[in-house]
């Protein structure tokens, strides 16, 4: 995101202003590179993913999954909002590096305190939580300074939002019960709204995707990175799950069907469709409206529905012949139907097309299997998804041959 003259801040001001640059250095025609540094601060969130995949599944309610629904959007928008401002700011600097290993320090107290985040760790959470959030942005401010006005501006309004929301989730973290949970409901609404209202503020007007001065390629990369950190915990959560399993006969079928649709899931995501995503936020001529909503928002959906589908691999290893209940058959078909829904809606937005048929086909099979979820046994049930994900995958990769070998006639040899 790009910020009106910074020249009179209070950071220029006091002299506290960087004297090496801690941006990263922008190329006409270069992709930024994701770092070291960056992928080990993404370690952290291997054990968030972990840590809300067991939640649920221990808490397989309607309350309990909308705690963790909240829970997922925080620890997402955190990440995400980390993966922003490493858009922008140099991690091979090491003050950069700093702020980053400070950022996972309290990363992981904020997934240590996951599973009771509702509990007595509520203030864990939520300290941990705010620090990450108005941390990060007031060292953005300080590390900009004058060299970029528009984002410095844009930080300032940033900040605001964020102070704001920080108040709502430290009082909610004090609190218990229905407050608690209220609180943090206004607050999470609040964080999810500013991007949406270009983070508007009395007297700093609101900033502009135009001004966004955001390397595509990059943040393409990184969300990447982060749904294959989700379908990591997939496979490891078959692995483990199987392994405890093993004297159940019909525990073979569910293990190969798990890890089969695993498989597909990638394929879906990653064949084409993560290129082109790419390909197009580096040739937009707003990358920055094209961030906000194809990897800002809508890839939540897709890393919703691979931690879903990872508890539904775990409920057919656990018992693969038992019958399907309401509960599972949410969970069994509610996983891969969000993740159809996010892939077809991010492909939609970044290519300019139509839904593609492929996914719309696999989300009317879904709900055909919803009306009859009763008669399935769980580990059949979860076989017949993994048929459908194996069935888009399929239709992808054939109707989209020709667009590949188009695209591969123009990369430059």
């Known amino acids: ?157 940033i900040a605001v939002w964020l102070v704001a929301s920080g108040i709502l989730w430290l009082v909610g973290g004090w609190l218990d019960g229905w407050l608690r949970a209220a609180l943090w409901v206004v607050a999470l609404l609040l964080e999810y709204l500013g991007p949406a209202l270009t983070f508007r503020v009395p007297g700093l007007g609101r900033s502009s995707t135009a001004d966004w001065n955001v390397d595509g390629g990059h943040l ?28 159940q006969p019909q525990a073979l079928m569910a293990f190969f069907s798990a890890f089969i649709g695993s498989v597909a899931m990638w394929w879906i995501y990653f064949d084409l469709g993560a290129e082109r995503g790419s390909r197009a936020i580096r040739q937009s001529v707003d990358p920055g409206h094209t961030a906000r909503i194809a990897y800002t928002y809508l890839h939540l959906l897709i890393v919703a529905g691979i931690i879903v589908c990872a508890v539904a691999d775990e409920l057919t290893l656990r018992d693969p012949q038992q019958r399907t209940d309401a509960v599972g058959a949410a969970v069994l078909l509610g996983g891969p139907a969000l993740y159809l829904i996010g892939n077809a809606l991010f492909k939609k937005t970044v290519n300019g097309t139509n839904l593609p048929l492929s996914h719309l086909i696999g989300l009317s099979l879904f709900l055909l299997l919803a009306l009859s979820f009763p008669w399935w046994p769980i580990a059949w049930l979860g076989m017949a ?12 990769v054939r109707s989209l041959r020709s667009v590949r070998e188009l695209l591969e006639k123009q990369l430059p040899d």
């Open 1 to 157: 995101m790009t910020v009106p003259s910074a020249g009179n801040s209070w950071f220029a001001r006091s002299g506290l202003l960087p004297r090496v640059s801690l941006l990263r250095p922008r190329g006409d025609h270069e992709q930024s590179k994701v770092t070291n540094i960056e992928l080990f601060f993404d370690l952290v969130f291997v054990y968030a993913v972990t840590q809300l995949s067991h939640t649920l599944l221990h808490h397989l309610n309607l309350i309990g999954a909308l705690q963790v629904l909240l829970l997922f959007l925080a620890m997402w928008w955190v990440w995400i909002f980390t993966g922003w401002v490493t858009n922008w700011l140099d991690p091979e600097r090491p003050l950069v590096r700093l702020a980053l290993l400070t950022l996972m320090l309290a990363g992981l107290l904020l997934s240590i305190a996951l599973p009771e985040a509702f509990g007595e760790r509520g203030m864990l959470f939520a300290g941990a939580y705010v620090f990450m959030q108005v941390g990060r942005t007031f060292f953005m401010l300080w590390a900009i300074g004058d060299a970029a006005p528009a984002n410095t501006r844009n930080f300032q309004r």
């Open 385 to 396: 998804t993994t048929a459908v994900l194996l069935l888009v995958a399929v239709w992808e």
């Open 220 to 247: 393409a990369e990184r969300c990447s990175q982060f749904v294959i950190i989700a379908l990591g915990e997939s496979v490891l959560v078959t692995g483990s799950s199987f392994a405890d399993s093993l004297r």
